[in-house]
């Protein structure tokens, strides 16, 4: 199974900008796509972003223009660029990989933005 340790996530302000880190326990070159999902408190957890392995990028309408998905095959770990922060960007953060046809979860990362 595969381990997945995130990171980068904490307090800003609005508008701000923060990067979140997926670290993976092995290569990430064989995963068939990675991503986020975002839970606010009393909400569902609902997709922030993805990214295939070939590259292709998917945002929730609420993160496109403000926040950049990527992934380094070298470092086994994607990036969550978030920028232009807004209070109802607060959450936890789940960096996923889906392998197999199987999905694999991080820990979370607690993102909370101040007004």
């Known amino acids: 199974q595969v381990q997945l340790v995130e990171s980068g996530g904490g307090l800003v302000q609005v508008g701000g900008s923060l990067r979140l880190s997926c670290a993976a326990s092995?290569?990430?070159?064989?995963?068939?796509?990675m991503g986020w999902h975002r839970q606010a408190p009393g909400k569902q957890r609902e997709l922030v972003a993805a990214?295939?392995?070939?590259?292709?990028?998917v945002y929730a309408d609420s993160a496109k223009g403000r926040f950049t998905i990527s992934r380094d095959n070298a470092r086994n770990t994607a990036y969550l660029q978030m920028s232009s922060l807004k209070p109802e960007d607060t959450g936890v953060y789940y960096c996923?990989?889906?392998?197999?046809?199987?999905?694999?979860w991080g820990q979370g990362s607690q993102v909370t933005v101040s007004s």
């Open positions: 092995g290569s990430i070159r064989s995963f068939v796509a």
């Open positions: 996923w990989v889906d392998l197999s046809s199987v999905r694999s």
């Open positions: 990214i295939g392995s070939s590259g292709s990028t």
